[in-house]
């Protein structure tokens, strides 16, 4: 079987956050994996930007890297509700590559809700870029406390859920890219 190719994206763009511990921890844990290739993509190491006239800075490497991806994985914490601009303005910068490939998405919170009110924010803007948002998410409260010293998940039944979160979006990233054969 062919290797799926995933990117864990960062979406925020607060330097040292539990956001970016956590997205690292992810990437770690996925490349792990025998059957995928995992890549890593921090949205606040690229020059976002909206010009005058509103259109929106596209930068061609990352436009070829999202478009030699299977899956994504959206790694974001709540901001007042919602999900930060940062990755809104990075999503909406590009198109055609999200086209028909699943996203996962994996929501964090200082509280205990996990990011929840932030994913159902994010949803209807993947839909509208053509994304395919699996059912299972990842849901990380108190995200200070997350990882202990070993930079490894405090919660013993997290992996549990993280391979059940994996299979899902690997299961739909086989599926959509034997689709477009």
Do not use: C
Request: aromatic content about 10%.
């Amino acid at each position: 079987m062919e290797k799926i190719n995933l990117l864990v994206i960062l979406g925020t763009g607060h330097k040292g956050s539990s956001s970016e511990k956590i997205a690292e921890f992810l990437f770690q844990e996925i490349k792990k994996k025998s059957d995928v290739n995992v890549s890593y993509l921090d949205v606040k190491t690229l020059n976002l930007s909206v010009s005058d006239d509103g259109a929106y800075k596209v930068d061609e490497n990352v436009s070829k890297q999202l478009a030699e991806t299977d899956g994504f994985i959206i790694v974001f914490p709540e901001y007042n509700h919602s999900f930060p601009g940062s990755l809104k303005i990075f999503l909406d910068s590009y198109y055609d590559e999200y086209l028909r490939k699943p996203v996962g998405m994996v929501g964090i919170s200082s509280g205990v809700f996990g990011g929840a009110r932030a994913m159902m924010s994010l949803i209807p803007v993947l839909r509208r870029l053509g994304m395919v948002v699996i059912q299972k998410d990842l849901n990380i409260g108190t995200a200070g406390s997350f990882l202990n010293e070993d930079n490894q998940a405090r919660d013993p039944e997290f992996n549990k859920r993280l391979e059940v979160f994996l299979q899902d979006l690997i299961w739909y990233a086989s599926a959509l890219k034997s689709a477009k054969k």
